[in-house]
């Protein structure tokens, strides 16, 4: 079906705007991917493209946040094994490869792709290889006709639902790659605190790029300063892990992953599912058109996060 959302811009801030009303408690979908390392051997390609699949289904938009590409298959790549790279990809033209690879392979979902950020990966290749593996993935899939926006490691995004056809709500969102090696029983979930703090405006916080999945709320006591109203409401906080199966501490060879003593990790990505409920009744105002007093209501946010299946 056709895409139910319009990307756009407001500043430097994509904003995903779902223009047909939902109704209150209605929902909408967003399909968060990490982490696919398309090229690695190891990586559930077939997974991914169901995924895509079932969001173009449902005309939901693909947020696409880092790692895309495995890209540790060059010659020169200290991390390169033999056995690591998908074959179709080897040669001399490694790089290119990946490029025209990936171009083709997403082009049937490419109007969803609305996000496509940089990871550790790539950013390694831009950094040894002097070539930017998004941007140039980015613009073969415009051709197909996706809206692609490109980001860095991190990036605001604002959803946009609307409960009627005259009430809209935005929704602050932070994605961010975060490649820090935190596993055990935190996996995580110690930083969201420390996010909760230096993000106050975000409703939600998705991160990835450590391969591992958690989900957290941390509830808040805000305060309105127009009106004096002391009220809560609450920050979701979840990380999605990987498409690449990371787990092969059996045989001669087993992965970097395994050989850095890490357990085994959830493989998928996530449906960041968004509602909106009204918290409180609001404060009235003055209509200046019509001089008529109405009352605007506090909305709460509501999302949940699903493992795509």
């Known amino acids: 079906m056709d895409p139910l959302f319009n990307l756009s811009k407001r500043g430097k801030v994509p904003l995903i705007t779902w223009p047909d009303p939902v109704g209150e408690g209605g929902t909408r979908r967003a399909l968060v991917q990490f982490c696919e390392h398309f090229d690695s051997a190891r990586s559930d390609v077939d997974m991914i493209a169901r995924h895509m ?20 298959g060059g010659r020169y790549d200290p991390r390169r094994t033999p056995e690591g790279v998908r074959q179709e990809f080897v040669g001399p033209d490694y790089l290119d490869r990946l490029v025209n690879g990936y171009a083709t392979f997403a082009a ?14 790539e950013l390694s290749i831009m950094k040894h290889c002097d070539t930017d593996l998004i941007s140039r993935t980015a613009e073969r899939l415009r051709q197909e006709g996706s809206p692609v926006i490109t980001t860095g490691i991190g990036t605001w995004l604002i959803c946009r639902m609307y409960v009627t056809s005259t009430t809209k709500v935005s929704i602050p969102i932070w994605l961010f790659h975060d490649n820090a090696k935190v596993g055990g029983a935190a996996k995580g979930v110690a930083g969201a605190l420390r996010r909760g703090a230096v993000l106050p405006e975000a409703a939600v916080v998705i991160t990835g790029g450590g391969h591992n999945e ?6 808040r006591e805000r305060l309105n300063e127009r009106t004096g109203r002391i009220y809560r409401d609450e920050q979701i906080h979840f990380s999605t892990s990987t498409y690449r199966h990371d787990w092969s501490p059996e045989g001669p060879k087993p992965s970097w992953h395994s050989q850095e003593g890490r357990d085994p990790r959830p493989i998928g990505g996530s449906w960041l599912e968004l509602s909106i409920n009204k918290l409180l009744p609001g404060e009235v105002v003055k209509d200046p058109s019509s001089g008529k007093a109405r009352r605007l209501p506090m909305w709460k946010i509501c999302a949940n996060v699903t493992r795509a299946k």
């Open 53 to 72: 699949q079932q969001a173009v289904d449902e005309g939901a938009p693909i947020l696409k946040m880092g790692d895309t590409f495995d890209a540790c």
């Open 108 to 121: 049937p979902y490419a109007r969803n792709i609305a996000l496509m950020g940089r990871g550790n990966h």
């Open 214 to 219: 958690w989900q957290t709320t941390v509830a």
